[in-house]
């Protein structure tokens, strides 16, 4: 499907999910990176600038690079946007009497602008948009109820390497296509370094898996390594509970239900 036919589904789509939760205004947040520069572009053909407010949540690992492609973004768009470090917010957890690590600190973060992010569209009547694209949900590479938690995913559907080419046919600006992917969560951090598998792997291998319906064995076969394989399935498996809603036990029996189920 083209580009151009993706685009005009997701801005149609955007348009009717606001419109059936009786709102008009979007609160995202803006890290500098081209998933949210594609989801701020979207948004704002769906709903008009007016109606799309960005925030700039940056932290002491977040680069002087990230944080200016952010703003010239929202200033490109012509959206209101604010820009608000977390370290303020984040620095008071460092007293909790039990160890931490990088990944409960990388997750706290992330928490804490979702926090912020709903503070704002409840002050507004907006909606928290989500800017995970496929790939990410599908590994579960997102923090459960920290940028996992949100009201609509726009890129949700499409894998990474459709988000690039969306990005391409919105004019992001070429330094944000080119950047490495990185949630920033520490310094040095990058997306694909963290997963062990470049983005172009992993789309390769996610969408032989899901959407072909290939075996392990047929996707080794196209020449991808076993382990590489076996890494990618036992991510899929591992954080398959962030993306149900928790379990609920039934109290007149010893199992397990979605509540989602009826």
């Given at each position: 499907m083209p580009m151009s036919t993706t685009r005009k589904h997701i801005v149609k789509g955007i348009k009717e999910y606001f419109r059936r939760s009786g709102k008009t205004r979007a609160v995202l947040g803006l890290s500098g990176g081209i998933d949210s520069a594609v989801v701020a572009v979207l948004l704002v053909q769906a709903l008009g600038k007016k109606n799309v407010t960005c925030l700039l949540l940056p932290t002491p690992s977040s680069s002087a690079a990230n944080l200016a492609d952010a703003r010239a973004v929202a200033k490109?768009?012509?959206?209101?946007?604010?820009?608000?470090?977390?370290?303020?917010?984040?620095?008071?957890?460092?007293?909790?009497?039990?160890?931490?690590?990088?990944?409960?600190?990388?997750?706290?973060?992330?928490?804490?602008?979702?926090?912020?992010?709903?503070?704002?569209?409840?002050?507004?009547?907006?909606?928290?948009?989500?800017?995970?694209?496929?790939?990410?949900?599908?590994?579960?590479?997102?923090?459960?109820?920290?940028?996992?938690?949100?009201?609509?995913?726009?890129?949700?559907?499409?894998?990474?390497?459709?988000?690039?080419?969306?990005?391409?046919?919105?004019?992001?600006?070429?330094?944000?296509?080119?950047?490495?992917?990185?949630?920033?969560?520490?310094?040095?951090?990058?997306?694909?370094?963290?997963?062990?598998?470049?983005?172009?792997?992993?789309?390769?291998?996610?969408?032989?898996?899901?959407?072909?319906?290939?075996?392990?064995?047929?996707?080794?076969q196209e020449g991808f390594s076993r382990r590489q394989v076996e890494k990618v399935l036992a991510r899929v498996k591992a954080n398959q509970h962030k993306a149900v809603p928790p379990p609920i036990i039934a109290p007149n029996d010893s199992y397990v239900f979605n509540p989602t189920q009826q």
């Open positions: 490109q768009l012509g959206v209101r946007h604010f820009i608000q470090p977390i370290y303020a917010f984040t620095k008071p957890f460092t007293r909790l009497p039990w160890k931490q690590t990088k990944i409960t600190t990388a997750n706290l973060k992330a928490r804490i602008r979702a926090t912020i992010l709903y503070h704002y569209a409840n002050t507004r009547n907006a909606l928290v948009v989500g800017t995970g694209n496929r790939t990410e949900l599908m590994l579960g590479y997102f923090t459960k109820y920290g940028d996992g938690a949100v009201d609509l995913l726009p890129i949700g559907g499409l894998w990474k390497r459709e988000v690039r080419a969306l990005a391409r046919e919105l004019k992001v600006p070429a330094p944000i296509l080119e950047k490495a992917p990185t949630a920033e969560l520490w310094p040095g951090q990058t997306d694909e370094r963290e997963l062990g598998l470049s983005y172009t792997q992993l789309d390769a291998i996610l969408s032989a898996l899901f959407d072909r319906q290939a075996s392990p064995k047929q996707v080794i």
